[in-house]
Every structure is written in C-alpha cells, then in structure tokens.
C-alpha cells in the first residue's frame, strides 16, 4: 500500500523541544487522518536538530465512500423547521425519506483521493503545530520554530504539490550543514531518504544518535583507562545538538579537581553541555571530559578539545570564586540573611520556616532513634545554602552545598549529611534516606510544607500542584515504610499546624490564658508572642486550636484539617501501592478503619491481598456482601436488633448455630491476630468463616415469619459483619 513521506525542514531547532514536537506531529497527523476516514498501518515521527520527519505507511489509495443518514423534523413540523433542514443538507423535499412520520436526509459522499487530502492535512498541521515558542521571518504570516526552508512531501514516491506561505513542497532536502556534499539532493521514499541522509551524515533516529554518543565517548576514555560518568538526561540533550554526533575527550585543570564533585559536574553539563569523566582507580573525577561535537575534525578534536578546555576553565574558576567565598561568609549570616527572605505570603519568611523545622524535628527524633538536639541543629542548618552564593549560581545544589559547607564547619558527619539528603526523596526513583537523623530532618521539612499549604487552603487541585505536595506527600510515606515508623501522625501534623498559624499570628500575650502561653512556649514559636491589636477572634480561634491540638493526647478528634491530610496521605498511598501492584479499592479498604500508622496499614493490605485472591476470601466476600445488603434493606425499615446472638433454641437449624460459634470463635481470633499484627492469621481466622456462611444462606432463611428467630439471625449477620469488619472496611472492595 502506499507510503506517505513527510520532512519539514528548517534552521536548527532547540534540543529540548524536539521530542515533543515529534509526539505533536504524531498525534496532529493521527488525528486528521482519523476525521479523513484514511486507516493506515504504521505512523512513526522523528524529530533532530533541523528536520521533522513523518511516515505513514499502509495508507490506502482514497477515502471510502461516506453514507450518512440525517434525522430531520417530524412531517407535522412547521414549514420553517423542514426549510431549515433542507438547506442545512443541501437537498429538496423530494430527496428526504419519511420513516414513522420522521423525515431523514440520507447524505451520500464520494471518496477523494488520498493525494488530494494531503495538502490540506499539512497545511493544517504547519500553521497551527503547538511549538512552546516560535517566530516569523521575511514578510510572511507563518509562524514556525526556526525559519522553515523545505517541505518534502512525497505520497506512493510522487511528490504532492501545493506551497505553504511561499514554500513549495518538493522531493528535494538537504544533508549536513559542515560534513555533507553541500548540494540539495532528491528522494524516492523513506528508505531512499533515510539511507542518503546517513551518506550526508545525518542520523536521523535520535535512538541511533544516542548509540552513537553513548560507544564511542565510552571508547574514548576507555582508550585512555577512563570511565564516563553516566548522565541520561545529557544524553537526550546532546543528542538534539548534533546531526552527526562526534565525541571527542578533552583535558581539564587538575587544580578544579579539589572543588565539591557536584559543582564540577554541574558546571561541565549546565554550562557546555560536557560529559564527565571518572578514574576508576581514584574512585573520583578525572581531569578531563567528553564534549561532542557536530563534526570530524581532521586533527582528531585536538584543537576543539583545547578551545573547550579553555571554556571550562572559566566557568569552573567562577565556582571556585563562589565556594571560596562561601566558605568565608558561613551560616550565621546566611541564617540571618533568610529572615528577609519570604517563602510565602501566608507562611512568612525561611528563617520563621525553619524555626517551625527545627521545632518538629525535635519532636521526631525520638520516633526514629535521633538525638533531639542534633535533630535541631541539623534542621536550622540545612536551609542555610539557599543564601549562599554556589546556591545563587546552580539552585540544583541546594542541600548538596549546605552538607559540604556543614562538614567544612566542623560539623558532625551526621548533621552534614542530614542537611545534604533533606530535600530526598524526591521522586519515585530517588533514593530514601535511612539514617536516623536525616529521616527525622527530612521529615520534618516535607510535613511542614504539607501541614503549611493545607493550613491556608493551597491543597492540589486536579493536575495543578504548584507547591509540589503529592510529591512531598509520598516522601513522607516512603520514609516512614522505610524506617518503619510506627507511631501515630495525627499529633505530630496537628502540633506543627499549631505552630504554621502561631508563627503567623502577632498575639497579645495580656488576651491569652496562661496555659496556652504556656503551650505556645512548648511549640517553640515564643518569638511569635509580640504585643500588638489581635481581634477577639482570632485569639479565640489560636485558642481553640491549640487545645484541640493537647486533646489528641486525651483520645478527642482531631482537627478536620488534619482528616483532609490524612485523607491526602491515603490517596498517594494508594498511588505508590497501586505502582507496586497493589488495588487502590483494599487501600479504601483498609484505611476506612482510621489507622494511620502507615507500616501497619502497608501489611494489611498486603495481608488482604494475599486473602482475597483465594477462593475462601473471593467466596467470604460474596457472603459478606449479601449479608451487607440484608441488613442495609432492614435498616431502612428501622432500628436493628441489638444484644447477644442466641443458640440452642427450639428449631433452630444447625447452620445457624454453627455459624455464631463460628462466629465468636473468628473473633476472638481475629482480635489476638490483629494485637499481635499478625494479619496473615487474622485472614486465615476470617477464611473459617467461608464454609459457615455458604452453609448459612443455602439453608437458613433469615427474614423468618417468627419475628424471634428473624431478629436472632440478623443480630448473626451483624456479628458476621462486625468480625470482617475489624480486619478491614470489605464493603469498599470493589468486585
């Protein structure tokens, strides 16, 4: 069948928009051939440093004839509704059908011929493609990237004329711009363009490009008995740069060698785009790098090699500039700096964040096996660099520098790696931290943020997370599995939102009672207590709030706040579960019970999982489900009975005495499993419930005449439903 060949050629487009720009040609083209009614068998795009590609291959000859059949008015509508319709399809009375006193336009359509949509689908595609930027040139309208100077538009290996903006379409295109023949040459079709291409020097896969990068900038060091330091998100970035990518290894000035890894790395690959290089031996940064390059120089890159040298001795003498400097100005006025830098509005500066960090981290320290007082210590000083000047120049440093910076100040090695790793996990692939007192640092900043943002009704909205939540969200739950922090959250996000609307609020210490003062002292926000107007409300309201926040110690409910939070935690819960295989609906399940001790709840879940997947848990959910439905149906008649489940009564059937013992027996069971967290027992206890209910409904009738025995059996259904009930909400599992 025949092919479709598409290039957009232009000057070079940014290495950052070209994937996307390949996946936006792909979903524009699909969806015009799709409303063309043109099926097709492979469609793939390509996109480099100074072309697009598409090809369609398997694309029939014409559009297949269209039948479409319009409902119209009824035959007693107005004149005017039938007038209407007919000059909405173009036809006359005569040519409409009547069915059941409904008149109906058939609309028959010949098929056009592919070669003749073409034009129109490009054109479409050309004018209104979404580049984040782009621009005009010369006096035309059209907007593009970069200017736009061929379009080869080639349909079963002829070319298919029309002209955009003044750019006549062709089978004509060009090589490289340096190693190429230098002249224009003509294609046949993809195989033809692709292998031609390749003889000009152009890769035109990014895939291949990448390969190409990837051995030989390996074989380079290798040949040297160095290694390169991996760095895939370079990778993608280099290979938009070059057509005909060439690495080449350059030295560097041992004397950078003594600057933090991090910076040197940074500096090569924000900078120059340069790879790395490593010796194994040393287990450290070798002085050299791989640059590449869009060219085969013909002194094998020695004098490219040298002229990047000298670049990256300039960048790398201002970093130096900067840690030196860095190193004589130190925390104390960095700390002092932060009070005049403002991290939200609502929130108030850094310096007033990390005195709400420093606090919590305290009060974590011990759930974790920290010491409190390097807890604070660590947490005062790890957003210290966000003043620094290393910090200024490469933000993707913060907490890195600060670990460094920490060290240098004599330090201990667990405070400065506690400030270097804070910020992690970042994101699903990051490492989790698992000494102790960066799990108790860590903690403490991402529940700030999260209890703060919560405490002034910033929460995510839909895709929108401006303040990255969900992902902070999901760090605390990762560092609580992996420590295996088993203690309740709901006092720890209850006392730090305390202290997000203390540290906010200038109270008036004559207005407020002794024992909340008291208690504000306790939070550690005292510096918040400044005389000052407060209206009788909002003393009333820190009051209040700060009361609620003692009662969580005396068994009272939580704020409605922190519900939201805990219900926010449930969600993303659910996420990582769900990544990991599990069912959202058994997260439902298991958190319906109010648990927030997230390494309990991650067993339980697992536990249930295991359950359900066999058949007594499969066969005990349907029992539990119709015992459900029977006592939803009585409860709308009115109150259920209460009291103890009776046996032994006259003409009773076996079943039903079988199943309450079987009933009181799982419960005793179920409750010493659960105490003991053994939930795998805890199931096996509720699968010996399976038998006795299957046996129950096949012989038992619950809604007896005799209102005795009516009530006895759903007061049975119910304890059925109060056992299950204590392992697990069954009645949010879904099918």
Partial sequence: MPQLLLELFSEEIPARMQQGAARDLERMAAERLKAAGLNYEALTTYAGPRRLTLVIDGLPAATPDREEELKGPKTSAPEQALEGFLRKTGLTRDDLVERDGVLFAVISQKGRATADLIPEMVDQIVRNFPWPKSMRWGSGTLRWVRPLKRIVTLFDGA????????????????????????????VKDFADYRQKLEREHVLLDVADRKLRILEAAQKVCSDKGLALVDDDGLLDEVAGLAEWPTPILGDMDPQFLDLPPEVVRLSMKVHQKYFAVRDPARH??????????????????????????????????????????DLKVGFDAWLDKLKGVTFHAKLGTLAERVDRIAALAREIAPLVGADPDQAEQAARLAKADLASGMVGEFPELQGVMGGYYARAAGQPDAIADAVRDHYKPQGPADTVPTAPLTVAVALADKLDTLVGFFAIDEKPTGSKDPYALRRAALGVIRLALQSGIRENLLRPLSRQRARVIASKLPLNTERLDAETFAEIKKLGVEHALETGPLMAEAVDAINKLLRDTWALGKGYAPAEQDHELLAFFADRLKVLLRDQGQRHDLVDAVFALGDDDLVRIVRRVEALAAFLATDDGANLLAGYRRASNILRAEEKKGPLPTGMVETGLPNQPAEETALAFAAAAAATAVDAALDAEDFAAAMRALAGLRAPVDAFFEAVLVNSDVPSERDNRLRLLGQVRDVMGRVADFGQIAG
């Fill in 284 to 325: 450290g940064l070798a002085p050299h790098f791989v640059v590449v390059a869009n060219v085969e120089a013909s002194d094998s890159g020695r004098a490219l090699a040298a002229g990047n040298s000298r670049v990256l001795s300039a960048r790398l003498n201002d970093a130096r500039f900067f840690w030196d400097e």
């Fill in 159 to 186: 070319v298919v004329t029309f002209d955009i903006d003044g750019i006549a379409s062709g089978d004509t295109t060009e090589g490289h711009r340096f190693l190429g023949s230098g002249k224009p040459f003509t």
